[in-house]
Nanobody
């Protein structure tokens, strides 16, 4: 069982930046093999994939965040990150960390609000 804890959310003005962190614990000795992802869910909308990074380091992004967000991982720290730049009000959502190997594990989410 993998436990994930997100941090780094908050209130930011349009055009600002935030860095989200996701730290894994529990039965995570195979962390380097996990695919890690960030999802988000805005009020009244379905949860959507924002970005993912494979165990081998390959990345992919939703079209809406390409060029603005960067996903990364630190296997030694058993952590994944989401650097978010040039934030827009449409980026407002609860952001969830996901770890996938043979099954999915989810964090509790962290709120990101982009507003002036």
């Amino acid at each position: 069982q993998v436990q994930l804890v997100e941090s780094g959310g908050g209130l930011v003005q349009p055009g600002g930046s935030l860095r989200l962190s996701c730290t894994a614990s529990g039965s995570i000795f195979r962390f380097p093999f996990y695919d890690m992802a960030w999802y988000r869910q805005a009020p009244g909308k379905q949860r959507e994939l924002v970005a993912f990074i494979t165990g081998g380091g390959s990345t992919n992004y939703a079209d809406s965040v390409k060029g603005r967000f960067t996903i990364s991982r630190d296997n030694a720290k058993k952590a994944a990150y989401l650097q978010m730049n040039s934030l827009k009000p449409d980026d407002t959502a609860v952001y969830y960390c996901n770890a996938r190997l043979s099954s999915d594990s989810w964090g509790q989410g962290t709120q990101v609000t982009v507003s002036s």
